[in-house]
């Protein structure tokens, strides 16, 4: 008996150890860079300029791209312009589909892809490919609920978690 309990002694020591070896030691902490709406930055070698054109009821959305848009937009739709310019000499990829919206703390989902689809007619699909010294601006709208999410601060356009945390900053108009 004495013996299992050295065994199992042993094992929670060189657990213990390992866990905080690799938490100390091996696993870094990634810094959090938040930039602000209208201000350019650098992601994955591309230049991009995020700003924000509002938050839109479907029937504003209908107002303003027609009456076909009803069929594809939530009751509430924050609208995002994303400016992304490649720099490089060779054609750059960029998915956005990864990208999704923080409101305060709670995570307000990803791009509604038929709106997306809608609104950026000429791009097909969520990943966006950039020729050498070219710039492409694309529309990207998220859900946005006003009863939940109305007077929460602030909203971030989560880019990136991890290697990088990058995040945009949204302030509206």
């Known amino acids: 008996m004495k013996r299992i309990i050295s065994i199992i002694t042993m094992l929670a020591i060189a657990f213990t150890t390992r866990v905080v070896y690799v938490n100390a030691v091996e696993y870094h902490f990634t810094e959090k860079a938040v930039y602000s709406t209208g201000e350019t930055f650098i992601f994955h070698d591309l230049e991009l300029i995020c700003t924000c054109d509002g ?63 809608y609104l950026n007619g000429g791009i097909g699909g969520s990943k966006c490919t950039i020729e050498s010294g070219k710039t492409v601006t694309v529309l990207l709208p998220y859900p946005y609920d006003w009863d939940t999410l109305g007077s929460q601060k602030p909203n971030d356009l989560v880019l990136s978690l991890y290697p990088e945390n990058v995040r945009v900053r949204i302030v509206e108009k």
């Open 55 to 117: 938050i839109y009821s479907s029937e504003e959305l209908a107002k303003i791209y027609g009456e076909e848009v009803l069929n594809c937009s939530d009751e509430s739709d924050l609208i995002l312009t994303l400016e992304i310019t490649n720099p490089t000499d060779e054609p750059q990829a960029l998915d956005l589909s990864s990208f999704c919206m923080q409101y305060a703390y709670t995570s307000g989902g990803g791009i509604n892809p038929y709106l997306f689809g």
